[in-house]
């Protein structure tokens, strides 16, 4: 894997996609690519001339995908205004320069030729998925299963489906879509049969659920974590995950994409 870089990335789109989506395109001088589900640490805002010592932390958030075919390389990640660090985030306009460090993490393994591939994603976990669909396509059978709460909180529906790949919605308000979990598609997938993996990124209720109906299923589960982090190098220790079989895991230096067995859900917040 590549080693990460650390550089002010120039901000070339902090697009409005509705709601409190956001998707922000960054060009990257020496970017040399990424792994499906790696991610990076990103400034709560742009650099300015004056230093900001709040909030202070960079936040971690997945590559949602890659330009890197003539001029500068550019990555694009999606995002959501949460509270004051992607707020200023948010407030970040094309010139600006925001700190970057990454890639970081250990990726998604992709699927055996011939393979049946489902990737679900809810809320931002969407953006973990988009690159592994991307690239697990060539190969395998790539079903995408994407669940929110609403139209207005969907990320990224409208490119997976120009991928080619297979893509259902599942929105709790049945606003688009499915009414309800996007278990509930993923139920119907694995009713189907013949095998294959899972892919999920999403919130923490979510992977298990996920996990659970997955293994029940027989079929091997892959999940990102996205528990909070300081650094994303594993020397603040703040991103310890319980192992099924004994100790901890860091999610910013073992994961974040760890095989669905090997987590101790039952003691995950």
Do not use: H
């Not at 990737?119 to 995408?144: F, K, N, P, Q, W």
């Not at 109906?213 to 020397?235: D, H, I, K, Q, Y």
């Amino acid at each position: 894997m590549n080693e990460p870089l650390r550089i002010d990335a120039e901000v070339v789109g902090n697009a409005d996609e509705g709601g409190a989506n956001r998707r922000l395109r960054l060009a990257v001088p020496g970017w040399r690519g990424f792994a499906p589900g790696q991610f990076l640490m990103l400034s709560p805002g742009a650099v300015g001339a004056a230093r900001r010592d709040d909030p202070l932390l960079p936040r971690p958030m997945a590559v949602y995908r890659e330009s890197i075919d003539g001029g500068s390389p550019e990555i694009e990640v999606l995002y959501k205004v949460a509270g004051r660090g992607t707020a200023l985030l948010a407030d970040a306009r094309p010139g600006d320069c925001v700190r970057v460090v990454g890639p970081l993490g250990q990726p998604f393994e992709l699927p055996a030729s011939g393979e049946r591939a489902v990737l679900v994603g809810g809320g931002t976990g969407i953006a973990s998925l988009y690159e592994l669909a991307a690239r697990a396509r060539a190969s395998a059978r790539v079903d995408v299963l994407l669940g929110a709460r609403s139209a207005g909180d969907l990320m990224g529906a409208d490119d997976f489906e120009a991928l080619g790949v297979g893509v259902q919605v599942a929105t709790e308000d049945g606003s688009r879509g499915t009414r309800g979990l996007v278990t509930v598609l993923l139920d119907r997938a694995l009713a189907e049969g013949g095998g294959g993996r899972v892919y999920a990124c999403g919130p923490t209720p979510m992977m298990r659920a996920v996990a659970e109906r997955a293994r029940s299923a027989g079929w091997p589960t892959f999940v990102s974590l996205e528990n909070p982090m300081a650094c994303g190098f594993g020397v603040c220790l703040g991103c310890a995950v319980p192992l099924a079989g004994e100790g901890f895991a860091l999610v910013c230096r073992d994961g974040p994409v760890f095989d669905a067995d090997a987590v101790l859900w039952e003691e995950l917040a």
